[in-house]
């Protein structure tokens, strides 16, 4: 990833032109030759890794209750597109009722090595036990394994994939200035470190550098906190919006050459 351009990581796929964590989103995202996706995986009730921010269905379909208490054929009569609407006042004419929520295994198909997939696990409030063994069951054939960051707030689980010697790119995911950021991305063997850009300094950005750490910087969405990612050399910025960046940076190339 560029020092010189933050790589364009779209956040859900991109909750500011579509439904967040949908296929739709993660295409349109492609279309635009995004350098890399994030996502979240929690497991319903059926086993199946699926791909949702929330521990809830509440927010983001027209369904109620734990992902891990509904089974992947009631998941899938879900509509996770329309609420879109209620959230976007910009939405206009589009009109996303149907979507559901992916399978992991389709997002994986759909992005076929086109670029950098982020998988966050999600394992907190809801504790899904032997969920990294589930995600390593699910790649042991996958093709772009080299193409994968896999994350979580729960660096237990990191340490879990570590020991498991997954072979996969593991990233420091936090919301806070760390104390020593080099140790403990050793400690569960990252290779990254995602901060929230809300919580974080140049001084981090720099210090992460020098221990040989990738900065992707979460959630980056206006043309002033972009400007500031660029200043401070940051590798990745993962934004709601990948299509107003992408057209910023283009701008900013224009107006420079």
Not at 92 to 103: A, C, D, M, R, V
Not at 214 to 228: C, L
Request: glycine content about 6%; aromatic content about 8%.
């Amino acid at each position: 990833m560029s020092k010189s351009q933050p790589a364009n990581i779209s956040h859900r796929g991109g909750r500011h032109w579509a439904p967040e964590n949908t296929l739709v989103a993660f295409k349109n995202s492609l279309d635009i030759g995004v350098d890399g996706l994030e996502l979240d995986v929690q497991r319903c009730a059926s086993g199946e890794l699926v791909v949702i921010h929330d521990e809830l269905v509440n927010r983001t379909t027209n369904g109620v209750g734990l992902v891990e208490a509904i089974t992947y054929d009631e998941l899938k009569r879900l509509d996770a597109g329309s609420f879109w609407h209620e959230e976007y006042e910009d939405a206009g004419e589009i009109n996303f009722k149907g979507e559901k929520i992916p399978l992991l295994q389709e997002v994986l198909a759909l992005v076929d090595g086109r670029a950098v997939i982020n998988i966050e696990l999600k394992n907190a409030p809801v504790e899904y036990p032997g969920i990294e063994d589930d995600l390593l069951d699910l790649l042991c054939d996958y093709p772009h394994r080299d193409k994968l960051i896999i994350s979580s707030f729960d660096h237990k689980l990191m340490y879990q994939l570590k020991e498991k010697n997954s072979g996969l790119a593991i990233a420091l995911l936090a919301d806070a200035l760390l104390v020593n950021v080099a140790d403990l991305a050793k400690q569960i063997g990252a290779e990254y470190w995602h901060p929230c850009f809300g919580s974080l300094r140049k001084d981090a950005v720099e210090e992460a550098h020098e221990a040989g750490l990738k900065v992707n910087a979460w959630t980056i969405n206006s043309a002033r906190e972009w400007q500031m990612a660029l200043d401070w050399q940051i590798d990745g910025v993962i934004t709601d919006a990948p299509h107003a960046y992408k057209a910023w940076l283009e701008k900013r190339k224009a107006l420079s050459s």
